[in-house]
């Protein structure tokens, strides 16, 4: 029994040392990265939501990155012909949230410890690589304002590498897509932000 321990122990030590860590050099290479979805389980629902099974809308909004992948294309915001997909946890996790429906914010926004929380709790399929996740902040009706941090983190040690808070506006009518151009927004600013990460981390290299 003893000897069986000793061996599963080395096994698991010998498959650490062997699994890569990904690190800020690899965004800008032709790295791995995985879709984990959008994070609502911490967002701030601020307006005519109160009737509403936001539950509904989070898989919604979720979906709408899968099946229209040509109009909300995170892939090219990232320069890479595609992306990997496992929305598993975090669709259990908005599945399991309790909705943060309020009539005015609160002062707080999540800061760093907060992300890094939230993103030690994803599980998934990939046990290496990059993986990318939009964590919606607030979504605030009166203001016309949807926040979302988008974040880059390494899967196998969760380590966040980049958190970049985007505040844009949505447009259109029904609760879904409303608030959707306000996602395809945040995709378009992440787009331009990874140029210029790009840019600078690679000159400074």
Request: aromatic share 10%; charged share 25%; proline share 2%.
């Amino acid at each position: 029994m003893t000897r069986l321990l000793v061996v599963f122990l080395v096994m698991i030590y010998s498959s650490a040392l062997s699994q890569k860590v990904y690190t800020l050099n690899d965004l800008f290479a032709d790295s791995k990265i995985t879709w984990y979805g959008i994070d609502y389980t911490r967002t701030e629902m601020i307006g005519t939501f109160a009737d509403k099974d936001l539950h509904d809308y989070f898989r919604g909004w979720n979906t709408l990155i899968l099946v229209e992948s040509e109009k909300y294309n995170v892939a090219a915001a990232l320069q890479r012909d595609k992306v990997n997909v496992d929305v598993t946890s975090v669709t259990r996790l908005n599945d399991l949230s309790v909705p943060d429906i309020r009539s005015i914010p609160s002062d707080s926004t999540l800061g760093k410890s907060d992300i890094a929380a939230m993103v030690a709790a994803y599980e998934g399929t990939e046990s290496e690589g990059l993986g990318i996740v939009f964590i919606a902040e607030r979504y605030y009706k009166a203001r016309k304002e949807g926040t979302h941090i988008v974040v880059i983190f390494d899967i196998a040690t969760k380590k966040v590498l980049i958190s970049q808070r985007y505040t844009t506006a949505p447009d259109g009518i029904g609760i879904r897509n409303y608030w959707a151009p306000s996602i395809r927004t945040a995709i378009k600013l992440l787009a331009s932000n990874y140029k210029k990460w790009k840019k600078k981390h690679v000159e400074a290299a």
